[in-house]
């Protein structure tokens, strides 16, 4: 009987020491690469594991080899890996339309744009053509057009171009009839262009509503198209994430419906849109948060764009005279609405190009927040702010900035802004000592969806033709390390997500991309052209 005893007790404690030389189980080893995780120390790494679609831990490759028991591995050749990059301020659904639309972008002339309208409706034979990306300032003749040719040549056929920033488009005369717009029609929050008592076609912010009013809605399997096309875009340039500054509620819950049923996987950052609609559905409500859709603030448009002239001015453009820009709302209407996400659990994130329309942000801004914490309200652009003002910069009140609007406007913005005005314009690095973070973002279709085009121009400043030489401002210029941190873990902090996700850290989704070459050393000019090998969202393979 004791030996039976005696032998049991000897099976359990083998038993009990086979079981303590297991290794815990995990799903993926990445090795052999070069790794910015972008944590508290801005440390590097040579590889991580992945378990359950988050990051379990960092290491050496023959320390975590050791550690755990691996499904599969992942040998990277010594390539780059960095956390997925977050675009802090993108229109991923608009991406996703335009695609459907004439690509008006790179045109250099009103006589390209025509040809373009011209062979896009050839093949596509649509009842109202629409279409974005021209920019007049990039012509011979610097000068918006009208619409005297399109009227010529599509005399049945409305037509809605839309300029690259979005803040003007070019109307023919049957779009005009359809919208209903007359020399007459007011023009409050815009412009409508009239010379010689006679309609332009050119409209500019708030009566370009008018014409989207009256072009039907996109069917909803076009609408599901536009969001998986505009997936696929942003997984081949290495997002993971993308903020959606302006969309509404509709929008919102497809793309709720698409993330559940598994073919959209990208995660999304929305902002509602400033519609009495939307703010009257969500601000009376907990913000709606899942592992790839947040919907917690709401996007105000403060003023229109710089290149349209839109921008709201404290003094007169220096090359228009008494022409200020406008306000796209009435700053009543703003601080109203302002104070209606204060009291709501909602974060604000305000449009604001010009030194006047920040000017209101930043002292509203300043004037609810001052007893909050923790707000994280945002500017988005933060474009051109007047030398005194910032001061109210912080971690409260966040500047969200695009740095290819720097290398897209250089050429004109001092034309528009004069040479003491533009000293306070583009200031990214002012922007980030003064608030300790900066969210950096592409805007795109505005510009392009490249987010190595942003990290060219928030570090070298410059164009993609290598313009100007030296850099443009080069005392605004960011850092590699600041900039990385601005398309990733800040950004994240700017959406109040930085607990799961812009870094690569454990208990972090496993986001991540693996880069052809190492962007924090290559050359400079080399920035622009760096490929995305591969794109991973929660330890999937998306690209």
Request: charged share 25%; proline share 4%; glycine share 6%.
């Amino acid at each position: 009987m004791l030996k039976n005893i005696a032998g049991l007790f000897l099976l359990i404690g083998l038993f009990s020491a086979c079981n303590s030389n297991e290794k815990p189980a995990a799903d993926l080893l990445v090795f052999n690469a070069e790794i910015y995780t972008v944590d508290d120390d801005f440390s590097s790494a040579e590889a991580f594991v992945i378990k359950d679609g988050k990051f379990l831990e960092t290491g050496t490759t023959e320390y975590l080899e050791n550690k755990y028991d691996f499904k599969e591995k992942l040998d990277v050749g010594g390539k780059t890996i960095i956390p997925g990059i977050i675009d802090a301020h993108a229109h991923f659904y608009r991406l996703g339309l335009q695609q459907q639309k004439v690509d008006l972008t790179g045109t250099q002339s009103f006589e390209e744009v025509v040809q373009r309208i011209v062979d896009f409706q050839e093949t596509r034979n649509v009842d109202f053509i629409t279409g974005r990306g021209w920019d007049q300032n990039d012509w011979e003749v610097k000068e918006f057009p009208n619409k005297d040719t399109l009227d010529l040549l599509f005399p049945d056929t409305p037509i809605a171009i839309t300029r690259i920033d979005g803040h003007a488009l070019l109307a023919n005369q049957a779009a005009l009839y359809l919208a209903g717009i007359t020399v007459n029609t007011p023009a409050d929050g815009g412009a409508i262009e009239i010379e010689n008592g006679k309609l332009t076609g050119i409209l500019i912010d708030n009566p370009m509503d008018l014409v989207a009013n009256a072009q039907e809605e996109p069917s909803l399997e076009e609408q599901t198209t536009a969001l998986l096309e505009a997936q696929k875009i942003s997984f081949s340039y290495g997002l993971t994430t993308v903020v959606d500054a302006g969309i509404d509620k509709n929008t919102i819950q497809l793309m709720d419906s698409l993330h559940k049923e598994g073919s959209l996987k990208i995660r999304i950052y929305a902002m509602i849109s400033n519609t009495p609609e939307n703010l009257n559905f969500y601000l009376g409500k907990d913000p709606l948060k899942t592992e790839r859709l947040n919907v917690r603030s709401v996007k105000f448009y403060g003023d229109g764009a710089l290149g349209s002239r839109g921008a709201a001015l404290k003094e007169p453009y220096s090359d228009k005279d008494g022409h200020y820009g406008a306000l796209l709302s009435p700053i009543e209407d703003f601080k109203e609405t302002a104070k209606r996400v204060a009291n709501s659990k909602f974060q604000l994130n305000t449009h604001a190009i010009g030194d006047s329309a920040n000017s209101v942000v930043l002292k509203t801004y300043d004037e609810l927040l001052s007893s909050s914490e923790n707000r994280r309200w945002r500017v988005e652009h933060s474009q051109v702010i007047d030398e005194a003002e910032f001061k109210y910069f912080s971690k409260n009140i966040i500047p969200s900035v695009q740095p290819t609007h720097a290398t897209s406007d250089m050429y004109w913005a001092e034309d528009r802004l004069g040479a003491k005005r533009i000293e306070g314009a583009y200031a990214f690095k002012k922007l980030v000592d003064q608030a300790g973070i900066i969210a950096l973002g592409t805007d795109f279709p505005v510009e392009e969806v490249s987010p190595f085009y942003t990290f060219y121009a928030a570090v070298a400043r410059k164009d993609l033709e290598n313009y100007p030489e030296g850099g443009y401002k080069m005392d605004q210029a960011l850092s590699r390390e600041e900039t990385l941190k601005g398309m990733t873990i800040w950004a994240a902090y700017s959406n109040f997500e930085e607990d799961e996700k812009g870094s690569i850290e454990p208990g972090k989704f496993a986001d991540f991309i693996i880069l052809e070459k190492n962007i924090m050393k290559v050359p400079e000019d080399e920035i622009p052209s760096i490929k995305v090998s591969q794109t991973y969202v929660n330890g999937e393979q998306v690209f």
